[in-house]
């Protein structure tokens, strides 16, 4: 089992970071607040081959699909990235959405895309995004889908649809710590950076731990569903779940170490935070993630890194 991305996907993955920023970096996420339609400016995922990949196709092509989330991440770019990559085979759509029951949702509103949902059963709907009623401040781009069945086979598509969101997390992360660790490099108190606090350096350490086990579990996810694990699906929610333990331990700590500024819009973990709220609560926040992943377990267990 090699858990690594291939040299490859790791440079596409800084290539793509690279031309986000070229792009605008931190100002595209803010200019889709500020004017919804922007969220469809994706000529730079255009122009980076986005679309030509097939994550179903290939190992190559899935670590590189992983690595753009994680660069999309990153910049918390206003764009369905993993949804657009999970897309479906086989049937005639753009994007997929991952949703649960009661009140099917998902981070859809703002692109002028052709749906398809797929629910924790694998069962598959076409979804029709219904008028947000509130501004993306506050709604973070998610609105309410009207869903039309359309069958039952959707197991794989559901893993892929699980774990690509994570890698996009995975890369907002990153940033929050990045970010973090500069600031507590550069602010002083009594004479000297925060960073040389004995407290600041225990908070750092707790949250990079988080971070740096929510990257190998990725890994391992990923490998899961190139392999073709049976447990695939099993391992992608358990990913899921770790990956929304892992934000909430970081964004705090990061919060917590920034101060009031932190809230601010001045400050890029702001937009970094409230990005991430979609993909931490939806399709299921962590307690709803936590009990459907123990009823599907049942009294199995986990299996590999996931396992005891």
């Keep these: 089992m090699n ?38 400016g994706d000529k730079v995922l255009d122009d980076l081959g986005a679309w030509d990949l097939d994550p179903r196709g290939s190992a190559d092509e899935l670590e590189a699909a992983a690595a753009l989330c994680r660069a999309a ?18 049937l005639d759509a753009d994007a997929l959405v991952v949703v649960a029951a009661p009140g099917p949702a998902g981070a859809v509103d703002g692109v002028d895309l052709r749906w398809v949902a797929v629910d924790l059963d694998g069962r598959r709907s076409r979804a029709t995004p219904r008028p947000a009623d509130d501004p993306v401040r506050k709604s973070g781009f998610v609105a309410a889908l009207d869903i039309a069945p359309v069958d039952d086979a959707g197991a794989g598509d559901l893993a892929l649809g699980l774990v690509l969101p994570c890698w996009t997390l995975l890369g907002m992360l990153d940033r929050a710590m990045g970010l973090t660790s500069a600031y507590v490099q550069q602010r002083h108190q009594f004479g000297q950076p925060l960073s040389s606090f004995q407290g ?98 049942g009294r199995q267990g986990l299996a590999g890194l996931f396992g005891p």
């Design 73 to 90: 991440g990153w910049w918390a770019l206003p764009h369905p990235v993993a949804e657009r990559l999970a897309r479906p085979r086989d």
């Design 200 to 297: 600041v350096q225990f908070q750092l350490t707790d949250a990079e731990v988080e971070r740096v086990g929510l990257e190998e579990l990725a890994r391992y996810a990923l490998w899961s569903l190139e392999a073709g694990r049976p447990d695939a699906i099993e391992d992608a929610l358990a990913l899921r779940l770790a990956a929304i333990e892992a934000a909430d331990v970081v964004f705090r700590i990061t919060h917590q170490l920034h101060g009031a500024i932190g809230f601010c819009d001045e400050t890029t973990l702001s937009w970094l935070s409230r990005a991430s709220q979609p993909l931490r609560r939806l399709p299921l926040g962590l307690s709803a993630t936590r009990a459907a992943l123990t009823a599907r377990l």
């Design 3 to 40: 858990t690594d991305l291939a040299p490859e996907a790791v440079e596409y993955g800084l290539t793509a970071r690279r031309a986000i920023e070229a792009a605008g970096g931190d100002e595209l996420a803010q200019a889709a607040e500020r004017e919804s339609d922007r969220r469809v």
